[in-house]
């Protein structure tokens, strides 16, 4: 072990940050690059489930709440590219990887928003889910990550509320926005159960995650911890939770759930969810629709700097 | 629900809160389509201070009325016929230069129009200008530039600017035909006409773009609830919930 190598394993263990101009094992760069990158994908493309509805949002102040949630989620976005760019990936490379299929994003934005209730169910379940696994990376030993995830924390709580909102006004409404919730809820809860990745006996890269304290605490925890805590909230909203076993167990101190579908996870990770394609499509669109335009910022940038030169 | 304005002011009021209210709707559709993440916020933020705007001026059109109706039913609850936007904003994005030219028009005629408003006898009517009027400013930076890069950028970007201008153009000409509401509630018409006039020439002449002439369009006017065919389809899609399940509150 050389003096740079073990002044990270020093830093690591201080609990101390790794900064962009810190020496970093290539190996710890890389899974940064991957999981930052996949945060970063995963803001964008959950832009377009919640846009499905925003044209369709049903008063004037929900148009506005959603737009400025969706809005945010770029933001978060635009945080976490440049997160990634501190550590020598440009945002054009990450944009190609995901267009190639070599990047992913979370696999929960590839499922249809069916009702207006989804919106509700995505802000407070998927949302939801997400801040549990960022507060806990609030403390992940990368500077700079750590301190675009305080910020992106304050806005996703506020989104959470956002969605538990719209989730009350449906469940307490008429029986037909009561009968759209408990769908939402019905199609919502096992995805994003499976948010949190594999068991920990299962899952690829946890362990040396864990080591680098770039993953603070284990998939199974953070998922134990949500579902402890959203048990509750089902109940006030008077909604059934669609798993039969979600019981309190005394022993453990914790709710019980059933056994996951992983078989339905990878299959949607691998790219056979109901709307993977649509959602590359639309980025790919978007983007290449639009190659005119940064070519004539570019090409406009270049006379007018010439001028000044 | 039939949503009935009486009041002349009130009128003048829904035209101003309707072109809000759809130029924000079509906005809100280049959500996650935009060329980078910071045009994407950009568009979204325009469109937030137009939602934002078009609920001050519904809520004060609904006090002049009597609170009979809220901000939301006007919204939802009106068919296209009922509706008094400007046709130049419900024109659709068909594609960047379309949604930026649009912007332009409405941003230079939004600008002086609200300048007017802000010395306006109806003090409501006075206070929401002089604060929508910084809005206004961003929003007319945004264009201006844009207007300026695509113009100026490429000899694509020219054209297809061009081209939505030369478009969009037929449906400025009812925006100064002037009736008697417009005379008594906007402070200086002919001035609005002439600034908006000197101020286009002047944006498109620096941008290496022209204001063609355009036929005099046979067209009936927004001022009597007509539109284009765009408008039904906008509002089938906004005006879904509220109109599928009228006993929600949402």
């Known amino acids: 072990m050389d003096k740079f190598e073990q002044a990270f394993n020093e830093l690591i263990e201080k609990e101390l940050k790794i900064e962009p101009r810190d020496w970093m094992p290539e190996k710890y760069r890389e899974h940064l690059i991957r999981q930052v990158s996949q945060h970063a994908h995963s803001e964008v493309i959950g832009m377009q489930p919640e846009g499905n509805w925003l044209l369709r949002a049903p008063s004037l102040r929900a148009k506005q709440v959603l737009l400025a949630k969706i809005q945010d989620e770029g933001g978060h976005g635009l945080y976490l590219y440049s997160v990634a760019e501190t550590l020598g990936i440009s945002r054009q490379e990450m944009i190609e990887q995901l267009h190639t299929g070599k990047a992913k994003y979370s696999s929960i934005f590839n499922y249809p928003t069916l009702n207006w209730a989804d919106i509700g169910a995505v802000g407070w379940l998927v949302d939801g889910a997400a801040i549990t696994n960022q507060v806990s990376l609030q403390k992940t030993s990368y500077g700079p990550y750590s301190r675009g995830m305080v910020r992106i924390c304050k806005e996703e709580s506020f989104h959470q509320r956002q969605g538990y909102e719209i989730m009350m006004q449906m469940a307490f409404g008429t029986p037909e926005q009561k009968e759209m919730a408990q769908d939402a809820l019905n199609r919502f809860w096992f995805p994003a159960l499976m948010m949190f990745g594999p068991h920990d006996k299962d899952s690829a890269h946890s362990s040396q995650a864990m080591k680098w304290k770039i993953k603070i605490e284990s998939n199974d925890q953070l998922r134990q911890k949500f579902i402890d805590h959203t048990i509750k909230q089902i109940e006030y909203l008077g909604l059934t939770c669609p798993d039969p076993n979600c019981k309190w167990n005394e022993e453990t101190g914790h709710y019980d759930h059933s056994p996951f579908n992983w078989d339905e996870f990878w299959n949607v990770v691998n790219g056979n969810g109901p709307c993977n394609q649509e959602r590359l499509d639309h980025h790919k669109k978007a983007h290449n629709d639009n190659k005119w335009v940064r070519e004539a910022a570019a090409a406009y940038a270049l006379k007018t700097e010439a001028q000044v030169a | ?250």
């Open chain 2, 1 to 250: 629900m039939k949503i009935t304005i009486e009041n002349k002011d009130a009128m003048s009021v829904i035209r101003l809160a309707d072109t809000s209210v759809i130029l924000a709707q079509r906005l809100a559709e280049m959500c996650s389509n935009g060329l980078t993440l910071e045009e994407d916020i950009a568009l979204s933020n325009i469109s937030l201070d137009l939602f934002g705007r078009a609920d001050e001026l519904y809520k004060i059109a609904a006090r002049i009325e009597g609170n009979k109706f809220t901000p939301d039913e006007y919204v939802f609850h009106r068919n296209e016929r009922e509706y008094y936007n400007i046709k130049l904003v419900e024109q659709p994005n068909h594609d960047f230069a379309w949604v930026i030219a649009r912007q332009l028009l409405h941003d230079i005629y939004a600008k002086e129009l609200f300048t007017q408003l802000s010395t306006s006898s109806n003090h409501e009517v006075a206070g929401l200008s002089q604060k929508v009027l910084k809005e206004i400013k961003y929003s007319y930076m945004h264009s201006h530039d844009w207007t300026n890069r695509l113009g100026l950028g490429t000899a694509e970007s020219n054209e297809r600017m061009q081209r939505a201008l030369d478009h969009l153009m037929k449906y400025v000409d009812e925006l100064f035909n002037f009736d008697e509401l417009d005379k008594k509630f906007i402070p200086d018409p002919e001035k609005l006409k002439a600034v908006w006039f000197s101020e286009v020439d002047k944006i498109l002449g620096e941008s290496n773009l022209k204001r063609n002439a355009v036929a005099p369009p046979s067209m009936r006017d927004f001022r009597e609830g007509f539109h284009s065919e765009h408008m039904g389809h906008l509002l089938s899609i906004m005006q879904f919930l509220p109109r599928a399940y009228p006993d929600a509150k949402w």
